[in-house]
């Protein structure tokens, strides 16, 4: 279990989930592990009894919804929606939808109707067998007592001896014991007394009652002496879908004592007719009478109860009511009338006097979704919206109520949108300036026409220009009539430092385009300070018109390259002009230094066409791009998902391995060697590998001729690296033992192979190639039966590529050209025979 189950103890329950918690039950299940399992690995963990009693409760809560949702039914449905359907169905009746049930089910409330002790004792309380006494005298005279009420129904007072309370409130019982003890205090008697006296109530006793009849438990229980009927109906469940809630009966000592409507209770909250119990009390529930279903548009849907003398008025009342869309003036009703149901309307002015009856059904329609004397206008007008037709109404009396036309408002046609009986529509068009100025017969309103005031920007395209080029802000700009080139410049935050302001072009759509023709085309000159001057109208702007501000040929930004390693002055150094070469950077480095190795110099050139990466390492990124998808020791990883976690480690594991074979790959090679020359000199953190190149260059040739085809010229970012002089030479790929090894003169490239163990299996001999230290590359020749291996220098690394794995045949491949050949062997001794 320790190893199968979590760290307790550094869980934090309240900080859980109830997704956490579920996982972990399932991982647990899934080992064989029950919750008592759990709790006592989690206490021999050493966590507290009560986090486990708060991990126990969250574990409950979550197993009782399972439960509750698995026999709910698929969607839930609220007691509104329930209803609606046993008008509509006739399902069946659930406790839920019957008002008032669920109220006294003891599982439906936190506290519900549990009597409360922490009450003042009721003045009408009649003390018994069982109560306990608390009489405190104080004043001239103290003295306290406790005592409780024998079977016999006094208490005995010390040098008081009995007496006798069984019967008496507590006001009653106070005078009693008050006249009792006067006969020896005599402080508590005349006018002005120096002692006095209280009495109260102690612990209190138990009384017991019988509920009969339709409840869920039946049966006599014991309760507090405090208790009510509601207390009585809470403890014993509440009542059953087949019980009343509007005649609950007491007998007391065989005699009927009170009847109990739950209803004055629930709809007015009136509670006179609980009465306290008292022992012995009988308390009857009998089944329902009279019960009615209402839905619809009523605040409270469900299934009541009615009295004999009850009409559909109090069902109204009962229900809370019609809602804010309820239809009042009339509710339908289906009513069991014989062998088949019947359906009526009831209006109104019948509610007071109809009487409903057992299983009738009332539903409470909506108003229609419609409206009766509503007209809309929509568009350029000031108060847009739903306007009432009030007597006749025409279409300009609609746009003086709405605050007249706005000023982009298209005056030459507006429509009106009318809505036909059978709901199709018409379309009637209107001239909107003549109409405003009464120059054109007006329109009569109907109801649900919609008046369409037109925008004139709604009715083409939106206007626009665009500036790009060497702007602050450049984009697109609103148009606006009378623009010049200066205007919107300054909207695009003016020029920058490299702009030219001469040369400014302005593309220009063609209104008219002739064949082979896209656009015209303006170059303007302007102040660079964009001052306002009398020439700024010389050029206006249209619409869509795209101004292209041009770098000016002259401005230059400063561009750099760096030196580094065996020179006198290596770093950053600007670039002079466009030509400067690498004979002139070294010039300026103070030139070589008497360490460095001419022969190994290097050239670092920025591209972006070097990002190769092998199979191997996209197979990495992969896969641990799929791992940090699961956070390490999450405890709510599934089963599967830390299996898969298992299997992802394992797989990278065995791909560390294989990269051990990919040393012989060009690619792998180049990179190797670049972060090498990275790793010796410090100032390329700014270099990435992936985009970047080493360049060979023959440093020898460009000191002893400037004019030499290795002088290049340089470009921004350059690196030129000078190295110390090498004295080894590496050796890499598909060799016995990869190594390095000092490097001897005027020695063979199979020497350095043989120090190295010589060539490994797969190894690729014919393809055995050498990088100098400069970044030049010579690979071995071969000429009929003879190879030539390139010549080794210092600083030089040997390759030795792997030759690919081979692929075996499946036995199944085997099996099916075998097949294939002997089918085929078949076929042709058939023809043979048939040819005979």
Do not use: C
């Not at 964009?530 to 702007?541: G, Q, Y």
């Amino acid at each position: 279990m320790a190893q199968g189950l979590p760290d307790f103890t550094a869980i934090k329950v309240d900080e859980l989930s109830d997704e956490q918690i579920q996982s972990m039950m399932q991982k647990a299940s899934s080992m064989g592990y029950s919750q008592q399992d759990l709790f006592a690995a989690a206490q021999g963990q050493g966590v507290s009894l009560t986090e486990i009693s708060k991990l126990g409760q969250r574990m409950n809560k979550i197993q009782s919804s399972r439960v509750s949702r698995a026999e709910s039914t698929p969607t839930e449905r609220s007691s509104r929606t329930n209803v609606e359907a046993l008008i509509s169905e006739n399902q069946p009746l659930l406790p839920s939808e019957i008002f008032g049930l669920a109220i006294f089910q003891n599982g439906t409330a936190k506290n519900g109707f549990v009597s409360s002790l922490n009450i003042p004792t009721p003045e009408n309380y009649v003390l018994g067998a069982g109560d306990e006494i608390f009489i405190d005298i104080y004043g001239i005279s103290e003295q306290y007592y406790q005592a409780e009420i024998n079977p016999e129904g006094s208490i005995i007072l010390e040098n008081f001896g009995p007496i006798f309370l069984s019967g008496l409130n507590v006001k009653a019982a106070e005078a009693k014991i008050k006249n009792k003890l006067a006969k020896v205090i005599t402080e508590l008697e005349g006018d002005s007394p120096s002692t006095f006296i209280s009495v109260t109530l102690g612990r209190i006793k138990s009384i017991n009652i019988t509920v009969v009849g339709e409840v869920a438990t039946p049966g006599t229980y014991t309760l507090s002496a405090f208790s009510t009927v509601f207390n009585a109906l809470y403890s014993v469940g509440g009542v059953t879908e087949n019980g009343t809630l509007r005649n609950i009966k007491v007998f007391r000592e065989d005699k009927l004592v009170a009847q109990l409507d739950a209803y004055d209770f629930l709809i007015s909250g009136d509670s006179k007719s609980n009465i306290r119990l008292q022992s012995n009390d009988v308390i009857v529930i009998d089944p329902y009478t009279n019960r009615i279903i209402i839905g619809g548009a009523v605040k409270r849907p469900a299934i009541y109860e009615l009295k004999e003398n009850e009409s559909l008025s109090d069902l109204i009342r009962y229900a809370g009511g019609f809602n804010e869309n309820a239809f009042s003036e009339q509710i339908s009703v289906v009513r069991n009338v014989g062998k088949e149901k019947v359906v009526a309307d009831v209006f109104e002015n019948q509610y007071a006097v109809f009487t409903p009856k057992p299983g009738d059904v009332y539903q409470v329609k909506q108003v229609l979704d419609r409206f009766s004397n509503r007209v809309q206008i929509k568009g350029a007008v000031f108060r847009p919206g739903q306007y009432s037709i009030s007597g006749e109404l025409t279409a300009k009396q609609l746009i003086e109520k709405a605050d007249g036309l706005k000023g982009d408002a298209s005056l030459s046609r507006a429509l009106i949108i009318r809505t036909n009986p059978d709901l199709s529509t018409e379309t009637i068009s209107i001239n909107l300036k003549d109409l405003m100025d009464g120059t054109s017969n007006d329109v009569q309103l109907q109801r649900e026409d919609v008046v369409q005031i037109f925008s004139i920007y709604e009715l083409k395209e939106e206007s626009y220009v665009e500036v790009s080029g060497e702007v602050n802000s450049g984009g697109i700009f609103r148009f606006s009539n009378d623009m010049t080139v200066e205007d919107i410049l300054i909207l695009a935050g003016g020029f920058k430092s490299s702009a030219s302001e001469s040369k400014i072009e302005i593309t220009r759509r063609y209104g008219d385009a002739q064949v082979g023709n896209v656009s015209e085309v303006f170059v303007v000159d302007v102040d660079r300070n964009l001052s306002l001057n009398s020439t700024d109208k010389a050029f206006e702007l249209e619409p869509f018109d795209h101004i292209i501000v041009r770098k000016n040929p002259n401005f230059f930004v400063q561009k750099f390259v760096a030196i580094e390693g065996e020179v006198v002055y290596p770093g950053n150094y600007a670039i002079k002009n466009q030509t400067e070469r690498i004979s002139s950077l070294l010039e300026r480095a103070g030139g070589l230094n008497k360490y460095a190795y001419i022969e190994g110099a290097t050239l670092l050139r920025k591209t972006e066409f070097h990002s190769e990466i092998s199979n191997i390492e996209q197979k990495v990124q992969a896969l641990e791009a799929l791992l940090n998808r699961y956070a390490e020791g999450d405890p709510s990883l599934s089963e599967s998902e830390l299996a898969q976690v298992a299997r992802l480690n394992q797989q990278l594991d065995e791909l560390d391995k294989q990269n051990l074979d990919t040393e012989g790959d060009p690619f792998y090679a180049k990179k190797e060697r670049l972060r090498e020359i990275v790793q010796r000199n410090a100032l390329f953190g700014d270099v990435q590998l992936g985009n970047s190149d080493a360049i060979g260059i023959d440093l020898k040739k460009i000191i002893e001729n400037p004019k030499s085809k290795f002088n290049l010229i340089l470009e921004e970012g350059d690196v030129l690296v000078l190295p110390k002089q090498q004295e080894t030479v590496r050796l890499r790929g598909r060799v016995l033992y990869p190594t390095t090894v000092v490097y001897e003169s005027n020695r063979s490239l199979k020497h350095f192979i043989n120090l190295a163990g010589g060539f490994g299996n797969r190894a690729q001999r014919k393809n055995t190639y050498v990088i100098y230290a400069n970044g030049d590359v010579a690979k071995t020749k071969r000429f009929l039966f003879f190879k030539t291996y390139p010549r080794v220098s210092p600083g030089a690394e040997i390759i030795v590529p792997s030759k690919p794995p081979k692929l075996p045949f499946a036995i199944s491949e085997v099996v099916g050209i075998t097949s294939g050949l002997a089918t085929l062997a078949l076929l042709i001794s058939q023809i043979n025979f048939s040819g005979k």
